[in-house]
């Protein structure tokens, strides 16, 4: 195969690897969520919301608190996210010379519209990023004032409503981390096809086990959580 023939190549099987792999996170976590890291995630919190709702007088701060750091995480993440957006928007702007002496490093399509599409690709990841950082942030500073209402441990309704207010400012927070863990290969694409498809096997791979549960962890959740909402039915009936 030519070299300017290996980024039509490549690089779509690269992105293919990622999405297939995401396609069957998404697959998994709606229909076994306990098998990855997400669905046990998301479960936590459920209880988590009912316990501080149910107590919020004793409660209260710990919610505020942990809430609190979510929303500097998530700050700080749009932050990089954004400075980044301009770093890369600024080089590429500028007339810069050394086009001549990174040219030899790269082993595939050499062509300055290729070049553009490699940048523009970074630009709006790290964009896609920052985004869903600051949604992210809207939804726990929306839910801060949620948590800290009084609510009847029968009250369904409320704390199924924080609850679920929460979630999405966690599944916004993971797309943010997806976006800054997809850069990686597009960023690597500077250099070539070849290193960029690497990165999309190897980074799949990883994820796999990020994502994840073992057996271990799937009874050691599920027991806690049973011990966890048998006090909570004490404390209803008390």
């Known amino acids: 195969m030519e070299e300017d023939q290996l980024d039509y190549v490549l690089?779509?099987?690269?992105?293919?690897?990622?999405?297939?792999?995401?396609?069957w996170l998404i697959f998994t976590i709606l229909h076994f969520p306990n098998r990855t890291v997400i669905g046990i995630n998301a479960e936590s919190r459920h209880h988590w919301v009912f316990s501080v709702m149910?107590?919020?007088v004793k409660n209260g701060v710990l919610a505020v608190q942990t809430i609190r750091n979510n929303i500097m995480a998530s700050t700080l993440l749009a932050?990089?996210?954004?400075?980044?957006?301009?770093?890369?928007?600024?080089?590429?702007s500028s007339t810069s010379k050394s086009s001549n002496a990174t040219s030899q490093l790269v082993y595939g399509n050499k062509t300055s519209m290729i070049s553009s599409i490699k940048y523009f690709c970074i630009l709006l990841c790290f964009l896609l990023a920052f985004l869903f950082n600051v949604q992210s942030i809207?939804?726990?500073?929306h839910?801060?004032?949620?948590?800290?209402?009084?609510?009847?441990?029968n009250d369904k309704e409320s704390i199924e409503y924080v609850v679920r207010n929460l979630n999405r400012g966690s599944l916004f927070w993971s797309l943010g981390l997806r976006a800054f863990y997809l850069s990686f290969p597009l960023f690597l694409w500077i250099f070539g096809p070849i290193p960029m498809f690497s990165c999309c096997c190897i980074l799949s791979f990883l994820l796999y086990?990020?994502?994840t549960t073992s057996s271990f962890t799937r009874h050691l959740h599920?027991?806690?959580?049973?011990?966890?909402?048998k006090s909570n039915n004490m404390d209803s009936v008390v």
Do not use: N
């Open 138 to 141: 809207r939804y726990y500073a």
């Open 143 to 153: 839910v801060s004032f949620l948590a800290t209402t009084p609510t009847w441990s």
């Open 54 to 56: 149910t107590d919020p």
């Open 79 to 92: 932050t990089t996210a954004i400075t980044l957006s301009s770093l890369i928007s600024v080089y590429v």
């Open 209 to 211: 086990f990020l994502d």
């Open 11 to 23: 690089v779509p099987l690269g992105l293919l690897l990622m999405g297939l792999y995401h396609i």
């Open 222 to 229: 599920c027991h806690s959580l049973k011990q966890v909402t």
